[in-house]
């Protein structure tokens, strides 16, 4: 069974905080993407990734950064946290061909106080 | 680019009815599309997808169509029930984008008993 995974599904940190959010997907797909969802906003694509240490900006990727020193592991860090960061932040791979679903991981919650 | 709306954000059923959940996508290049289910505190999870060479795909309960003409894409699910309440969104995408994909902002539905 397939499965994407994300190290928390609540987070509280303070305003000016540097914070991580790591997601792990176990089905050596290629692709990664982190999203963030905002009621009245559906899901916004913050950035993705084709293949270890490679990057691409999706469409706000103003505040944040990311890493992927594995296949597997696909980190989204907030380099000082602001309020506006408040949100459903969304984890997601699929394989390549481009054509393939993405699948999902349960969500972190974050709240920037 | 590609911009994605779905005609109701909200839709409330009784079970037992079919459910007409409608998406509306902008490019016609767009190729790929697929309905996604959002329970409460849940990340997405794939429901069914359909490709730009076929009008109909069937699942267990579930029916995409796609109307390539009017770049419509509806979701049907028959006899439905409360397990069904979730939000459902729609996905775009196009061919060479790197599996990227543009999501509506998704419809409630609800399932009275």
């Known amino acids: 069974d397939v499965k994407v995974t994300q190290s928390s599904r609540y987070l509280v940190k303070r305003t000016g905080e540097k914070v991580f959010l790591e997601c792990v997907q176990d089905?050596?797909?290629?692709?990664m993407f982190w999203y963030r969802q905002d009621p009245g906003l559906g899901l916004r694509l913050i950035y993705f990734?084709?293949?270890?240490?490679?990057?691409e900006k999706g469409d706000i990727p103003e505040g944040y950064s990311v890493s992927r020193e594995k296949k597997e592991r696909f980190s989204l860090i907030l380099e000082s946290a602001s309020t506006n960061q408040t949100s459903m932040y969304l984890c997601?791979?699929?394989?390549?061909?481009?054509?393939?679903?993405?699948?999902f991981g349960p969500g972190t919650r974050l709240t920037v106080t | 680019g590609e911009s994605v709306g779905l005609h109701l954000p909200t839709l409330s059923v009784q079970e037992g009815d079919n459910s007409i959940i409608n998406c509306a996508y902008s490019?016609?290049?767009?190729?790929?599309f697929i309905w996604y289910k959002q329970e409460s505190g849940k990340g997405p999870q794939f429901i069914i997808d359909?490709?730009?060479?076929?009008d109909k795909r069937q699942g267990q309960r579930v029916t995409v169509l796609l109307n390539k003409t009017v770049k419509h894409l509806s979701l049907q699910i028959a006899a439905t029930q409360p397990g069904d309440s979730a939000v459902y969104f729609c996905?775009?995408?196009?061919?060479?984008?790197?599996?990227?994909?543009?999501f509506g902002q998704g419809t409630e539905l609800s399932v009275k008993p």
């Open positions: 997601a791979s699929s394989s390549t061909g481009g054509l393939n679903e993405q699948y």
């Open positions: 089905m050596d797909h290629e692709n």
């Open positions: 990734s084709y293949d270890v240490k490679m990057k």
């Open positions: 490019n016609s290049a767009s190729d790929y």
């Open positions: 359909i490709r730009s060479n076929m």
């Open positions: 996905a775009v995408s196009i061919y060479n984008q790197g599996g990227k994909l543009i």
